[in-house]
């Protein structure tokens, strides 16, 4: 398992898309940037460290600043890569202490996965990670990325950081689903998480879920507090209210930007619920 310490935005300092004929290889490199690699389509066989993973379709091969990977095109194939930096190792976490993002307990102001000392947060990995649901979000934030690089030019570098920070989020996101300890929830709710947490930042509302889901609104309501243990509603701004901590502690985002980027209808409104939330205005908050 990998963690990658999220100090800072990370800088992208080069990304593209791909396509590769079949049998498309080389003997082995050793980058001093960490490697991220979205498959759009194909089969490819990657060995990093001295392992071997096969990536398809929807599939993340990551390799870590340093190491040694050599690829092989099984058949044609088409990526986008990223080459970044910070610190991408291997964790000293096991497993049993990793929990998703959605279950970091309420009214705590963090964003990611696990807080450490100061003002960082691990975001966890694999060298293979297989996005599921996840696949579409990447996709999408993938195509930002590249449209960024290409018709942005003084605001390339800081939009690009911005637009890879989330996609480093969703991926980790999609990671640490495999440890949620919440398989006896019915398959009613994880519906209707998976559906809160793919759309949180936009405009959302409780039409918009019970409509995706084809329930009514009070027995969409009921089931949820049932097994939540709190409201819809409750449940969307303390994800909102968490990111919003995130991007004003850790992006160069300002209030206005934050509040717009996770679907408030307005400023005030959000400085109002932020203050309420953590105690604080937006526009004083940093993480303690």
Not at 216 to 242: A, E, G, P, V, W
Request: proline share 4%.
């Amino acid at each position: 398992m990998l963690a990658y310490k999220f100090s800072k935005l990370p800088f992208v300092s080069m990304t593209g898309k791909v396509n590769e004929k079949l049998g498309w290889s080389h003997s082995g490199r050793r980058l001093p940037v960490n490697i991220l690699v979205f498959f759009h389509r194909g089969n490819c066989r990657f060995i990093i460290g001295g392992e071997e993973y096969t990536y398809k379709k929807g599939d993340i091969a990551l390799v870590p600043a340093n190491t040694m990977y050599s690829p092989i095109a099984q058949e044609p194939c088409e990526y986008t890569f990223f080459h970044f930096d910070g610190a991408l190792s291997e964790s000293e976490k096991s497993t049993e202490e990793i929990v998703p993002f959605d279950v970091v307990p309420y009214g705590r102001p963090t964003y990611g996965l696990t807080k450490i000392k100061g003002d960082d947060t691990l975001l966890f990995f694999d060298y293979k990670i297989s996005l599921g649901a996840q696949a579409q979000n990447v996709d999408t934030l993938i195509r930002k990325c590249l449209s960024t690089r290409i018709n942005y030019e003084s605001k390339q570098q800081l939009l690009l950081a911005i637009q890879f920070s989330e996609i480093m989020f969703h991926i980790s996101q999609a990671y640490c689903e495999r440890f949620r300890s919440d398989d006896s929830l019915p398959p009613q709710i994880n519906k209707i998480l998976a559906y809160i947490n793919e759309n949180y930042t936009g405009p959302i509302t409780l039409d918009d879920i019970c409509k995706n889901m084809n329930m009514s609104k009070q027995y969409c309501m009921r089931i949820f507090k049932k097994h939540m243990h709190t409201t819809i509603n409750d449940y969307i701004l303390d994800l909102r209210m968490r990111h919003a901590a995130y991007l004003l502690s850790s992006t160069s985002m300002n209030v206005s930007q934050t509040a717009d980027y996770l679907g408030f209808s307005g400023t005030s409104y959000f400085s109002r619920v932020f203050k309420k939330y953590y105690g604080i205005a937006p526009s004083d908050y940093t993480e303690s």
